[in-house]
């Protein structure tokens, strides 16, 4: 299922084979809950809980394309939700820094990254200073 995700990414004009290599790498079922793992590898968003969604896969391929991301690249990101995003990133470059400001999907996906041979620095909070 995941080479036939990779084909259609193609087909829709993912160029870069590092990024089409990632998502064909990434176990993109994992981050589903069980029972709705059956939709992880077509082309769309779906919900994750919060009221957030894992993003379409062509929009995370097509957002990595566009970053060009060489292996000594660090790389921001805000918003980690599921994780999914962070790694397929992590696949790029091990710099990857990712920041989430719901506190359950952050201790959702630390959970699921904490794994990772080379997880990424997650971070949790909405980077106010606490100041009224």
Partial sequence: ???????????KGIRDE???????TVPRH?????????HAYHDKAFPIGEGQTI???????YQTELLR????????EIGTGSGYQCSVLLLLTPHVFSIEYNPVLFERTARRLAGLA??????????SLGLP
């Fill in 18 to 24: 590092r990024v089409l290599a990632a998502i064909g």
């Fill in 118 to 127: 080379q997880p990424p620095q997650l971070f949790c909070g909405d980077g």
């Fill in 69 to 76: 991301i060489g292996p000594h690249d660090k790389v921001l």
């Fill in 55 to 61: 993003s379409q896969p062509y929009t995370v391929a």
């Fill in 1 to 11: 299922m995941r080479r036939a995700l990779v084909e259609e990414l193609r087909r």
């Fill in 30 to 38: 994992q981050f589903f809950a069980a029972g709705f793992q059956s």
